[in-house]
């Protein structure tokens, strides 16, 4: 069985759907089970020294049923003839026949094949506001169309299983939960592996920690506005990069005359992740809503505190082992990060036990399952 997969997400985006895709391809090609694999990406323009590159040469150099694809065009540009302009340029042209194609960033390219649709959140419906206008615009055409054409549907947690059914009409028995991992890089680890980092990272003895793209759903205005009543609580530093309409932030950020309090990462690597979990004293991610929420199972794993939300998916990945903040409420948020700095070692272990429900291999078993079913 033949499966093609759009890998563009993950050969240019570094968090977010880029870093799901890769986790889970590499989880998945790794079960083995008869399949054969083609990997293809809109690559005109991509950097040749890109890291994403060369993880993708080393995915194929693994395993002999993995190959990849690249294609000749940007990805603006194929989306511009894949989805504006609807051209029959069937994917097979690039990969040749394939028996399933998977779409994991919500949109189908043109195919002959069985096909498989990721959906991570219905953001752009649920909070516009905090929706790139283009992309909200975008998404809100050429979605519907996809789930029309898709025989199958996975989504990331039972939240957005139930907001695909509210929102768009997808019927259940098409819609398939395929909760994201946590990769085992994600532990506590002692001192001595920490010390690097916090030296490169220039990360004070104490802090509090947010990791996440810079954008309205996030909720950081808010998050900055707890801190202002915090005045003895460590500095917050914020790891990831600009997204959209982020102007917000540093304007509550200068209003509150909180630049000496917080430090901006911006986008820190994967490798470096595990290191920050563990070096921050409380993980807080008031997000107003989530398809999963990965940084908050991250954190958990290495046993930080976590304060969160009841926002879409985050209490299936937090369980009981988080503190709950309303994130309307910039008080609740703050006493949500008083109760996280007193919890017990006992609590933080019931993080790591809650976390250990995500695996990515299990995710994988889920994605073959769903590639069998179309067969």
């Known amino acids: 069985m033949r499966v093609g997969i759009d890998y563009t997400a993950a050969a240019w985006q570094g968090a977010g759907i880029g870093r799901y895709t890769r986790e889970l391809v590499r989880a998945t090609v790794a079960m083995q089970g008869g399949f054969e694999y083609v990997l293809f990406y809109a690559a005109g323009g991509i950097p040749p020294n890109s890291p994403y590159l060369a993880d993708l040469d080393e995915l194929c150099a693994t395993y002999a049923n993995v190959r990849a694809v690249p294609i000749p065009l940007s990805p603006r540009l194929l989306t511009i003839l894949w989805q504006r302009l609807r051209l029959p340029l069937y994917a097979e042209w690039f990969t040749g026949a394939i028996d399933v194609l998977h779409a994991p960033d ?3 390219p043109p195919t002959r094949a069985r096909t498989l649709l990721t959906v991570h959140d219905l953001t752009f419906l649920v909070y516009p506001h905090t929706a790139e206008p283009k992309l909200q615009r975008y998404l809100a055409r050429v979605l519907p169309r996809s789930l029309r054409r898709a025989e199958r549907v996975l989504v990331d947690s039972h939240a957005t299983r139930q907001d695909l059914m509210r929102l ?18 994600f532990r506590p680890l002692p001192a001595a592996a920490l010390a690097a980092v916090r030296e490169r990272l220039h990360l004070p003895a104490h802090f509090l920690l947010f990791v996440g793209t810079l954008e309205p759903r996030k909720n950081i205005p808010r998050l900055l506005e707890a801190l202002a009543l915090l005045p003895d609580a460590p500095p917050l530093v914020i790891a990831g990069r600009k997204g959209w309409l982020y102007t917000d932030i540093f304007a509550t950020l200068e209003r509150l005359g909180l630049q000496a309090r917080v430090r901006l990462l911006d986008f820190v690597a994967d490798a470096d992740l595990p290191a920050l979990y563990n070096l921050a004293q409380v993980f807080v991610y008031p997000s107003l809503y989530e398809g999963f929420g990965l940084p908050v199972a991250e954190a958990l794993a290495c046993g930080t505190p976590v304060v969160t939300t009841a926002a879409g998916s985050l209490p299936e990945v937090s369980g009981t082992a988080a503190v709950i903040a309303d994130p309307f409420d910039p008080a609740s948020i703050a006493a949500a990060i008083r109760q996280a700095q007193q919890l017990a070692p006992q609590q933080r272990a019931a993080g790591i036990r809650h976390a250990q429900r995500f695996p990515w291999e299990q995710s994988a ?10 067969r």
Request: aromatic share 10%; proline share 10%; hydrophobic share 60%.
């Open 106 to 108: 919500f949109v189908l």
């Open 168 to 185: 768009q009409g997808v019927p259940a028995e098409r819609i398939a939960v395929v909760y994201p991992g946590v990769s085992p890089a």
């Open 365 to 374: 078993r889920a994605l073959l399952a769903c590639y069998l079913a179309l």
